[in-house]
């Protein structure tokens, strides 16, 4: 009988791996997960031994070892227009750093895909999802304090600001809230309030009301789908807060009137409007967003870097190319978890898996932080998890034919 503690089960994904470079990955990416919102040095040192390890792994294999899925041609061709960008940029001086800042680390959903075994998928996707939600209880409980306490006026992590921490507190709320009951892995009922709670208190002390209206949907979503007292719960706790701290009166205020209230959007906007004619195949190149911003005179914080969009982002750096390939990776992922969910195929504990990251992924395709370095980092770890799972449905639905029209059974663990 397997370990159930994330020490046991981790412990079970070594044994039950043989060579070394396998377990070199499923470690780096057990480590990753649990540094990714503390640690940047650490995350990098952990991305790349896992990396290391898994093209060591594929040169001894001689390519049988890499594990194909539906993601990784649009995702390949995404990546792919946006290398173009690098030297057709009109500057490719400041477009090159994009090569270790953000392309390098699109290996993690192949890394990803390669860690996880399809005998042992549901317990290995949920060790890693524990490691994630017990780190953003940590940095959530960090920054609420950091706040209540009056060491910063938002709530911050330890390696980066309040804007980082909403995104990625944000991303891994769906999972929390997917994971409670005797279908999820955090069975204990005390357990997944207070880590659902912990993650929602340090999103709101961020006072990012992105951030806001993301966690609102995704209760919204998890209060229909699994347990309408979420939404009554969530409704209650911001009335209270509301009515006892002045600062989130003062926001929630500033978010009714959201018109008013872009927080400079609104010039970055205009000015990637003045420049959308340009360079409209393959963008101005990557991180070029200083040298071509028209309005910078116009801007409140002169220290912005970005569009502040992901979708704009892509458009200026990379252009339609990279644009149109990103609608296509969007695509395959609602159309690849769609085709899992219908096959009937997967047990109770991956269907809550994979509804979990899919609301993420839907909060990343609508707030932004595809591009971002640490959330985009477990973007890549979903994507990843939900092109796996499409694979083991795909799989079982065919063994299920198969054994339905008389042929033996096949086997469905592969590697």
Not at 29 to 36: D, I, Q, R
Not at 125 to 142: D, G, H, P, R
Not at 159 to 188: I, K
Not at 243 to 257: C, K, M, Y
Request: glycine fraction near 8%.
């Amino acid at each position: 009988m397997l370990k159930r503690g994330v020490i046991g089960q981790l412990r079970n994904g070594w044994r039950r791996r043989e060579a070394v470079h396998e377990k070199v990955v499923w470690a780096g990416v057990a480590v990753l997960a649990a540094s990714m919102i503390f640690s940047i040095a650490l995350v990098q040192v952990a991305f790349a031994v896992a990396a290391a390890a898994w093209v060591w792994g594929i040169v001894a294999s001689k390519g049988k070892s890499f594990r194909r899925t539906p993601l990784d041609i649009p995702l390949l061709a995404f990546v792919a227009a946006r290398c173009a960008a690098i030297p057709l940029s009109i500057d490719p001086a400041l477009s090159l750093p994009a090569l270790h800042k953000e392309i390098v680390f699109y290996l993690l959903f192949f890394v990803v895909t390669h860690a996880i075994r399809f005998d042992a998928m549901e317990e290995e996707i949920t060790v890693l999802w524990k490691i994630t939600v017990a780190a953003a209880v940590i940095a959530a409980l960090y920054g609420s304090v950091k706040y209540l306490v009056g060491a910063e006026a938002r709530a911050s992590s330890s390696t980066s600001g309040y804007y980082t921490l909403g995104l990625y507190l944000s991303l891994v709320l769906p999972l929390a809230l997917f994971s409670g009951g005797r279908r999820g892995f955090l069975e204990s009922r005390v357990a997944w309030i207070a880590s659902c709670l912990a993650i929602a208190a340090g999103i709101i002390f961020t006072f990012d009301r992105l951030h806001w209206v993301g966690m609102a949907a995704a209760i919204v979503i998890a209060g229909i789908v699994r347990e309408r007292k979420l939404i009554l719960g969530f409704v209650v706790v911001m009335v209270i807060l509301a009515v006892s701290v002045p600062d989130i009166a003062h926001r929630l205020l500033q978010l009714a009137a959201v018109g008013s209230n872009t927080s400079g959007r609104d010039v970055l906007w205009r000015g990637a409007w003045m420049l959308a004619g340009q360079h409209p195949v393959f963008g101005f190149g990557l991180r070029t967003f200083p040298a071509i911003f028209p309005l910078r005179d116009m801007l409140a914080d002169p220290g912005i870097g970005s569009w502040h969009n992901d979708y704009v982002q892509v458009y200026m750096d990379s252009g339609l190319t990279a644009l149109v390939c990103l609608a296509i990776v969007i695509a395959a992922v609602y159309r690849q978890a769609w085709k899992a969910f219908r096959s009937g195929c997967l047990t109770p504990g991956e269907r809550n898996i994979l509804a979990g990251s899919l609301v993420s992924l839907t909060l990343v395709f609508l707030m932004g932080g595809f591009l971002d370095i640490l959330a985009g980092l477990l973007v890549r770890i979903l994507l990843a998890v939900v092109a796996l799972l499409a694979v083991r449905s795909t799989q079982l639905r065919e063994a299920k034919e198969e054994t339905q029209g008389g042929m033996p059974l096949s086997h469905v663990v592969p590697l």
